[in-house]
Nanobody
Framework: QVQLVESGGGLVQAGGSLRLSCAASGRSFSSYVMGWFRQAPGKEREFVASISRSGGYTNYADSVKGRFTISRDNAKNTVYLQMNSLKPEDTAIYSC????????????WGGGTQVIVSL
């Protein structure tokens, strides 16, 4: 199993930046595909970004492409989400997730960190 803990959320003005971190413990971090998801009030949870085990492949939702960057440091057991040019519609609880098989559903989830983007 792997345990995930997010940090780095907060309140930021539109146009600003935040970097979220997700620290993992448990089984080998580098064995997992990692992803970031978000859930805004009254909305379904949505995919934000994912990164392969080695970090060589990334994927983004169209709504964040060009503004957000996912990365990982396997030596530190941490995945990051750099968020630039933030918009009020990015306001949500952001959660990281892990899965062992690339084509499977995400198996492990963190508790989330709140991001609020004000005008």
């Amino acid at each position: 199993q792997v345990q995930l803990v997010e940090s780095g959320g907060g309140l930021v003005q539109a146009g600003g930046s935040l970097r979220l971190s997700c620290a993992a413990s448990g089984r080998s971090f580098s064995s997992y595909v990692m992803g970031w998801f978000r859930q805004a009030p009254g909305k379904e949870r949505e995919f934000v970004a994912s990164i392969s085990r080695s970090g060589g492949y990334t994927n983004y939702a169209d709504s964040v492409k060009g503004r957000f960057t996912i990365s990982r440091d396997n030596a530190k057991n941490t995945v990051y989400l750099q968020m630039n040019s933030l918009k009020p519609e990015d306001t949500a609880i952001y959660s990281c997730a892990a899965k062992f098989q690339a084509r499977s559903s995400y198996e492990y989830w963190g508790g989330g960190t709140q991001v609020i983007v004000s005008l």
